[in-house]
């Protein structure tokens, strides 16, 4: 009964109280380190973007051509049937400009990031990618872009092998 | 009238904390003062309670690996049956899903859900454990971060329909004013538009006045089958209507410019509810608004209005307090705070207060009796939508 | 094709990462209150539920049976007995320890609770269940308000 109560528990204390040890407190940074398999699909797609490709995959029965590959079209809940090479073109579908990092800290020169369709695959299969060599004021929804790629000798099978895209 | 399910499902009870940016408490401390209260607001003991059900976003927020287990005796499942739901930003009013169903499938007569979360725990911003949500190979190598999907979402929202920041803007100053009749609301304030336009650009086009805060907090709610609702109260919130649904993870793969997961979940329950014109036969909604844009994209899912009309009922304060459809009457995340499993689960309570009158300052006039609660998650995927009626 | 199978193992994509960070707990409203009485008073504090009768330690704000508010501490002593032990010979990441190290569950007397701890001035032959044991607290002026003001237990008769 919102209105019938007269007090919410609750004791709020400072960012900086706690910063400055006003408030007893625990400090910890448990370790996590990963390995992650990429599994069958993304260990060819990133195996192919070593060789300066982007690789799809096929289901027959929805027609679709996915970007990133799977092993399934999780639309019609079975296996992808084959593999077929896209471009490294391809259409801003959305983007924003980050002024800040992971930690919320604020970062001097912008990042243009954008989801990007790649021409070859079924529309709408976009992947997250970031954009260099454009003023961020004029990057426009629909812009046909290419990928830049690393040379040869310094790709490693990452999807940072595109260093960015860049207007066509 | 019969539902889905055995057993008709009541609210009966609900509590909430202070949702502030730092608490003192542990977030065991906070789920028992908010269970405590709900508790006792039903007029009821832990021993009349059948099963507990929690929810809490990632773990890594509060920094307790298996938080669910850490959790149980605060919650109330002390030797319970218990389970702890989790689908994001989804997760408060997905646990109220989850404790319909505890009754409605006939299992138990009464059930406590609560939500709980210290994003403050997490160094050096609770931000940077949303960066371990995206996948580590396509998304996590850019150093992506929870804002730029936002704001890649928002961008999509804008461009699709030709939505301009300024009518946006107009969400985050309503429903920061309504928080400021909220007595455990962070950031209740009174700000204007032009406040919004001018404030720090985050990830263009996202500012910080267009986002809601971190916050520590927690809120339950009890839940009761139809038999022990009655001799309980002579005023119980029925639950008539439960629906969730999840998208697919390739979110680069889906255009963001329309939460069809929202809808689907919407009509899952608007069926179950008998619904068939939500404008006309809501009469408050709490949909989920971690930044402002999220509220118009929200209520188009919901089905209150066609898509990219709602910048125009907001403009014309349909959407206020006294309008025709009050949305946020809370003053929603943005306002009250947004400590995520506890934030869906705060706008379920304001439903239920707001159904039977007692809201205070912020009660929508005109007697509402059917209310909807949304909450939203993941990698923009999750919907979950309760509708309480009386 | 069913899910393919891989052959060449140099085919086999491995992606590292972490997912670490930095954490600042609040003690909470009971746990300040607990470790502050260990530093500054070197006591050992326990609530009880008047409603049930249980004494909780490590103390805490609610009875997890009956769901009342605790409002009653007490010192619960230092004493206890060991409820049960293990004697750990490696290390969290599994390297060997130079010396094997005991921790214990210790029922702490007259409470229906206890602490996980080390176990100090013994050998690990020697210890066994039920063994009565007493807090080793370190000085005062080197205690923090951790669970580390505690030593370790050593036995006593």
């Known amino acids: 009964m919102s209105a019938k109560i007269k007090e919410y528990p609750g004791t709020e204390v400072k960012s900086e109280e706690i910063k400055q040890g006003k408030?007893?407190?625990?400090?910890?940074?448990?370790?996590?380190?990963?390995?992650?398999?990429?599994?069958?699909?993304?260990?060819?797609?990133?195996?192919?973007?070593?060789?300066?490709?982007?690789?799809?995959?096929?289901?027959?029965?929805?027609?679709?051509?996915?970007?990133?590959?799977?092993?399934?079209?999780?639309?019609?809940?079975?296996?992808?049937?084959?593999?077929?090479?896209?471009?490294?073109?391809?259409?801003?579908?959305?983007?924003?400009?980050?002024?800040?990092?992971?930690?919320?800290?604020?970062?001097k020169e912008p990042i243009v990031v954008a989801v990007i369709d790649i021409d070859g695959a079924s529309p709408g299969m976009g992947i997250l990618h970031t954009m260099q060599e454009v003023d961020w004021k004029k990057v426009k929804f629909g812009m046909k872009v290419k990928a830049v790629w690393k040379p040869e000798k310094e790709r490693t099978g990452a999807i940072t092998d595109i260093k960015y895209f860049k207007p066509l | 009238m019969r539902m889905f399910g055995k057993k008709r499902v009541a609210v009966v009870g609900a509590g909430l904390t202070l949702f502030r940016r730092n608490m003192k408490e542990t977030g065991r401390e906070m789920c028992y003062e908010a269970a405590k209260m709900a508790l006792d607001s039903a007029g009821l003991t832990l021993s009349d309670i059948d099963a507990v059900t929690y929810g809490s976003a990632p773990d890594a927020f509060d920094g307790i690996h298996m938080k669910g287990e850490n959790m149980t005796d605060a919650s109330g499942a002390w030797r319970k049956p218990f389970s702890r739901v989790y689908t994001g930003g989804g997760t408060g009013v997905f646990a109220m899903d989850s404790g319909w169903w505890h009754?409605?499938?006939?299992?138990?007569?009464?059930?406590?859900?609560?939500?709980?979360?210290?994003?403050?725990?997490?160094?050096?911003?609770?931000?940077?454990?949303?960066?371990?949500?995206?996948?580590?190979?396509?998304?996590?190598?850019?150093?992506?971060?929870?804002?730029?999907?936002?704001?890649?979402?928002m961008h999509r929202y804008m461009h699709r329909h030709g939505i301009k920041k300024e009518q946006i803007a107009l969400v985050s100053v309503k429903n920061k004013r309504n928080a400021l009749d909220h007595?455990?609301?962070?950031?209740?304030?009174?700000?204007?538009?032009?406040?919004?336009?001018?404030?720090?650009?985050?990830?263009?086009?996202?500012?910080?006045?267009?986002?809601?805060?971190t916050s520590d907090g927690a809120a339950a709610l009890v839940l009761a089958s139809e038999d022990v609702a009655k001799k309980l109260t002579d005023n119980p919130v029925w639950i008539d209507g439960a629906g969730w649904c999840i998208d697919s993870t390739y979110w680069t793969n889906r255009d963001l410019y329309y939460p069809d997961y929202v809808e689907y979940a919407a009509r899952m329950a608007y069926k179950m509810a008998k619904i068939k014109n939500p404008p006309k036969e809501i009469d408050v909604a709490e949909p989920y608004d971690p930044f402002d844009y999220?509220?118009?994209?929200?209520?188009?899912?919901?089905?209150?209005?066609?898509?990219?009309?709602?910048?125009?009922?907001?403009?014309?304060?349909?959407?206020?307090?006294?309008?025709?459809?009050?949305?946020?009457?809370?003053?929603?995340?943005?306002g009250v705070g947004n400590p995520i499993g506890a934030a869906g689960v705060m706008k379920c309570c304001e439903i239920f207060w707001q159904l039977r009158g007692e809201a205070g300052k912020r009660q929508v006039p005109g007697d509402p009796r059917t209310g909807v609660a949304q909450a939203w998650g993941d990698l923009m995927q999750y919907g979950s939508v309760i509708v309480m009626r009386r | 094709m069913t899910v393919e199978k891989i052959h060449d193992t140099q085919e086999i994509r491995y992606w590292p990462g972490h997912m670490e960070t930095d954490y600042i707990y609040t003690l909470g409203i009971a746990g300040e209150r607990f470790f502050n009485e260990i530093k500054k008073n070197g006591k050992i504090m326990g609530a009880k539920c008047k409603k049930c009768g249980i004494v909780y330690v490590p103390p805490r704000?609610?009875?997890?049976?009956?769901?009342?508010?605790?409002?009653?501490?007490?010192?619960?002593?230092?004493?206890?007995?060991?409820?049960?032990?293990?004697?750990?010979?490696?290390?969290?990441?599994?390297?060997?320890?130079?010396?094997?190290?005991?921790?214990?569950?210790?029922k702490i007397d007259g409470t229906n609770g206890g602490l996980i701890h080390k176990i100090g001035e013994a050998k690990p032959s020697n210890v066994k269940i039920d063994m009565r044991v007493e807090a080793v607290l370190k000085a005062k002026e080197k205690r923090e308000g951790s669970i580390n003001d505690i030593k370790y237990f050593k036995p006593v008769k």
Not at chain 1, 69 to 91: A, I, L, M
Not at chain 2, 306 to 327: H, M, N, S
């Open chain 2, 294 to 334: 999220k509220e118009l994209h929200h209520m188009e899912g919901l089905l209150l209005c066609k898509k990219g009309e709602a910048p125009k009922l907001t403009a014309e304060g349909v959407t206020q307090r006294d309008g025709d459809l009050p949305i946020n009457p809370s003053g929603g995340l943005l």
């Open chain 2, 183 to 213: 007595p455990c609301a962070q950031l209740g304030a009174k700000i204007t538009v032009e406040d919004v336009l001018n404030s720090e650009i985050m990830c263009w086009p996202v500012q910080r006045l267009d986002i809601s805060p």
């Open chain 1, 23 to 107: 408030v007893p407190t625990i400090r910890d940074r448990p370790k996590a380190k990963y390995l992650w398999s990429a599994g069958v699909a993304m260990s060819r797609f990133l195996n192919e973007l070593k060789k300066g490709k982007i690789i799809a995959s096929t289901c027959n029965k929805c027609g679709r051509i996915m970007v990133p590959p799977r092993v399934f079209c999780e639309q019609c809940f079975k296996s992808t049937d084959g593999w077929t090479y896209v471009k490294d073109t391809g259409t801003i579908n959305t983007y924003s400009v980050s002024f800040i990092a992971g930690d919320a800290s604020r970062i």
């Open chain 2, 103 to 153: 009754i409605a499938s006939g299992l138990f007569d009464t059930c406590l859900v609560v939500g709980e979360e210290k994003m403050s725990s997490c160094y050096p911003h609770p931000a940077y454990a949303f960066t371990t949500i995206f996948d580590p190979i396509m998304d996590r190598p850019h150093g992506t971060t929870l804002i730029w999907i936002f704001s890649l979402e």
């Open chain 3, 61 to 106: 704000t609610y009875c997890e049976q009956c769901f009342e508010k605790l409002e009653q501490w007490l010192d619960v002593g230092k004493r206890g007995i060991v409820h049960t032990y293990t004697i750990a010979h490696i290390d969290l990441d599994g390297s060997k320890l130079r010396d094997p190290t005991i921790y214990a569950m210790i």
